[in-house]
């Protein structure tokens, strides 16, 4: 059974970064993109890009570019997601997330969440 | 980018009724790209439709999906105590893959 198993909750001064790992289990790591998904409080799902594991290649939605990365370590099986400049309301739970098969395919496993706290 | 617009924002429903949730695509998304999911506080979403009519593995067949191009319903059928959550779309044909705003349903 496909496992994410996320590092643990953060709390961040305005201006810092985070980084937020997600170690994969049960499956080839290499053969399906990770994503990440990130839930603020009282609102909705919002997608912050993925990376293929395979060849590192990342892509980023327009709002993220230039303050998030995704790099990934093959030998652990674990991908990492780094936010920088954090404001406010980037508080909020990170998921990261598989998608169901390989190819244009909906994300059907998640990670438990990291709650990430950024407060001066 | 897709844009995904649900309605309505909250339903308020006793158990046993039956609710038909709406999704509404910016562009069309075909029939093969479109997901629904469950979300309940502190727990990870859950994939209940894919292909805008396939159920995922383990969902209860009272959840069912139709819909193409860019308009698309989730209907569950005789509301049961633990389907009281909030209710995502999701369009994976294109990058980036975007998430509708979400639709609550909450007990009456």
Redesign the interface.
């Known amino acids: 059974q496909v496992q994410l198993v996320q590092s643990g909750a953060e709390v961040k001064k305005p201006g810092a970064s985070v980084k937020v790992s997600c170690k994969a289990s049960e499956y080839r790591f290499t053969s399906y993109d990770m994503h990440w998904v990130r839930q603020a409080p009282g609102q909705g799902l919002q997608w912050l890009g993925w990376i293929d594991p395979d060849s590192g290649g990342t892509y980023y939605p327009h709002n993220f570019q230039g303050r998030v990365t995704m790099t990934r370590d093959t030998s652990t099986s674990t991908v990492y997601m780094d936010l920088r400049r954090l404001k406010s309301d980037d508080t909020a739970t990170y998921y990261c997330a598989r998608a169901s098969r390989v190819g244009l395919a909906p994300i059907e496993y998640w990670g438990q969440g990291t709650l990430v706290t950024v407060s001066s | 980018?897709i844009v995904l617009t649900q309605s309505p924002g909250t339903l308020s429903l006793s158990p046993g009724e039956r609710v038909t949730l709406s999704c509404r695509a910016s562009q069309t998304v075909g029939s093969?790209?479109l997901?629904w999911?469950q979300?309940k506080p502190g727990q990870?979403?859950r994939?209940l439709i894919?292909g805008s009519s396939r159920r995922?593995t383990g969902i209860p067949d009272r959840f069912s999906g139709s819909g193409s191009e860019t308009d698309f319903t989730l209907t569950i059928n005789r509301l049961e105590p633990e389907d009281f959550a909030?209710y995502?779309c999701?369009q994976?044909?294109s990058?980036?893959?975007?998430?509708?705003?979400?639709t609550k349903v909450e007990i009456k």
Do not use: I, K, Q, W
Request: charged share 10%.
């Open positions: 980018e093969n790209f997901a999911y979300h990870a979403p994939l894919y995922a909030v995502y999701h994976y044909r990058s980036p893959v975007t998430f509708g705003g979400g």
